[in-house]
């Protein structure tokens, strides 16, 4: 079955820290994947997709098939980034794309 | 310029009553979806609408969870019965193309009591 596993409920770092937010996938064909971010009293958002290999707002993600990960990092981690983080896999099957959403990470970057 | 909106943002209502959701996508998307999101888990499909038609409805828990989608805009999410368990916030997200990027709503929090 398709899953999606964020293993961390909550990342507390120290502003200018490092961060690496995990998310493993069960997928058995060629996936696709996002990374969402929810800021508080925000809607929920596209931060990035593999696809793109993009570099948004300091955050990227590589996909590696071999241990079925696509974690998020950033060098040094800012305040503004203390936000919920959902990554999602996109079932892109019978003509539209649906998201399987992991049950996200909350990051705190304190001061 | 204007994003999904979706109504009420916040419902109470009784065990037992029905509820209607509505979401209203960006103009112009064809593909509109709804999700849930329970306490401390993910967001949930629910089901899929492309134009009017819903080819996945998979996603719905039980029979008394339907949606329709009307004029290829607004859609629907009604809820017979309500227990308890179906609280959560809803949520409504559409994209202009299939595999584009989805747009979310705001969400309707839903609370059982």
New interface residues.
């Given amino acids: 079955a398709q899953r999606?596993t964020?293993p961390e409920?909550l990342l507390s770092v120290f502003k200018g820290a490092p961060v690496e937010l995990k998310c493993n996938y069960s997928y058995s064909g060629s996936p696709e994947l996002f990374w969402y971010v929810q800021y508080s009293r925000q809607?929920?958002?596209?931060l990035l997709?593999h696809i793109s290999r993009e570099s948004i707002k300091g955050f990227t993600a590589d996909l590696n098939k071999g241990e079925t990960s696509f974690h998020l990092k950033k060098p040094f981690a800012q305040e503004e980034d203390s936000a919920m983080y959902?990554c999602?896999l996109s079932l892109?099957s019978?003509?539209?794309?649906?998201?399987?959403?992991?049950?996200?990470t909350r990051l705190a970057v304190h001061p | 310029g204007a994003?999904?909106s979706q109504s009420p943002s916040n419902k109470v209502t009784e065990k037992g009553k029905d509820v209607e959701l509505r979401c209203d996508p960006i103009s112009g998307h064809t593909?509109l979806?709804w999700?849930r999101q329970s306490l401390?888990?993910?967001?949930?499909?629910l089901i899929?609408f492309?134009g009017n038609s819903a080819?996945?409805k998979s996603g719905l828990p039980s029979d008394r969870f339907s949606a329709e989608r009307t004029g290829g805009s607004v859609s629907t999410l009604t809820i017979q019965r309500t227990q308890q368990e179906d609280s959560a916030v809803y949520?409504c997200a559409s994209?202009q193309l299939?595999?584009d990027?989805?747009?979310?709503?705001?969400?309707t929090r839903l609370s059982i009591l």
Avoid at chain 1, 43 to 46: A, E, F, H
């Fill in positions: 999606v964020q409920k809607r929920l958002q596209l997709r959902y999602a892109f019978g003509g539209y794309n649906k998201l399987i959403f992991g049950a996200g | 994003g999904v593909a979806y999700y401390g888990q993910g967001l949930e499909f899929y492309q080819p996945d949520l994209s299939i595999r990027n989805q747009h979310f709503g705001d969400g």
